[in-house]
C-alpha cells in the first residue's frame, strides 16, 4: 500500500500544486480495495469521497426506469470521477461497480474543498475534467442512440486514451473482452467479432488481456 503523500504526487491533479498543497491533500486521502464484482456505491448513496483509480478498472452505470442498463463511462488507473457530486453534496446518481480487483484513492470532502478554495492549479484542472467528463456522457447518449454495436466497442475503447482524463496512457490498454463487453453493454461475442474487424481494418493489435491501439483518433470518430 502507498503512503498518503505517494497517492497525492502520483495523482494527475498533484503536478502542479505547491508543496503546502501537497501536504494538506496527503492529511485527507485514504486508500480502499474492492474485488471484482463490488459495489464502490450504489445510485442514491452518499459517498463523501472524490475518488481516483490507482489500480483496477471500474464502470459508471445505471438502469433507466425502463430497465435499460446504460454504461457512463469507464475508468482505469489514473482516471479521478465523482468530483460533481462532491462539489453539488448530492447522493450519486449512477452505480460504480469494480469489474476487476481494484484499488482506490480516495479524497475526503473537507479536503477537496478546501483545495478548490485554496488552489488555483487545482481548479484549472477541475475545469478542464468537468468539461472532457461532460463531453464523454455526452458521446455515450450519441452512442446508444445511434451507433451500431462495432462502432460502440471502438469508441469505448478510445475513451481510455483522452490525454486529458488519461494523461499517462500511451499505445495499449490492460483490458479483457469480459471487461471491455460490460463497459460496451454488448456481448463478448459482439466485442470479439468488433475487434477482429478492427484489427483487419489496421486500427489496432489485441493479444492475450491487452489491446495495442494505433489510430485513436479514427476509434473516436467511428461510425460517425
Not at 20 to 31: L, Y
Not at 108 to 127: D, H, I, M, Q
Request: charged share 25%; aromatic share 10%.
Amino acid at each position: 500500500m502507498n503512503s498518503r503523500s505517494d497517492l497525492v504526487r502520483a495523482a494527475i491533479w498533484a503536478a502542479e500544486l505547491a508543496d503546502n498543497e501537497i501536504e494538506r491533500a496527503s492529511r485527507g486521502i485514504s486508500e480502499k480495495t474492492f474485488a471484482k464484482g463490488g459495489y464502490v456505491c450504489h445510485r442514491g448513496d452518499r459517498l463523501d469521497y472524490w475518488t481516483g483509480v490507482v489500480s483496477g478498472l471500474v464502470k459508471i452505470s445505471a438502469i433507466s426506469r425502463d430497465g435499460k442498463a446504460m454504461t457512463f463511462a469507464g475508468v482505469g488507473p489514473g482516471g479521478w470521477f465523482g468530483e460533481g457530486s462532491v462539489l453539488k453534496d448530492e447522493p450519486r446518481k449512477y452505480d460504480l461497480v469494480a469489474i476487476r480487483d481494484t484499488r482506490l484513492a480516495m479524497l475526503n470532502k473537507a479536503t477537496f474543498f478546501w483545495l478548490c478554495e485554496n488552489s488555483a492549479a487545482f481548479n484549472r484542472f477541475l475545469v478542464r475534467q468537468l468539461n472532457e467528463r461532460l463531453g464523454q456522457f455526452i458521446a455515450t447518449t450519441e452512442y446508444d442512440r445511434i451507433l451500431d454495436p462495432k462502432a460502440r466497442v471502438a469508441r469505448n475503447l478510445s475513451w481510455f486514451f483522452n490525454p486529458v482524463l488519461y494523461p499517462d496512457m500511451r499505445d495499449h490498454i490492460e483490458i479483457t473482452q469480459d471487461e471491455l463487453a460490460l463497459l460496451a453493454g454488448v456481448s463478448r461475442q459482439v466485442v470479439n467479432r468488433s475487434l477482429r474487424a478492427l484489427e483487419e481494418e489496421g486500427l489496432l493489435r489485441v493479444e492475450h488481456g491487452r489491446i495495442n491501439v494505433f489510430d485513436v483518433e479514427r476509434l473516436a470518430n467511428y461510425g460517425a
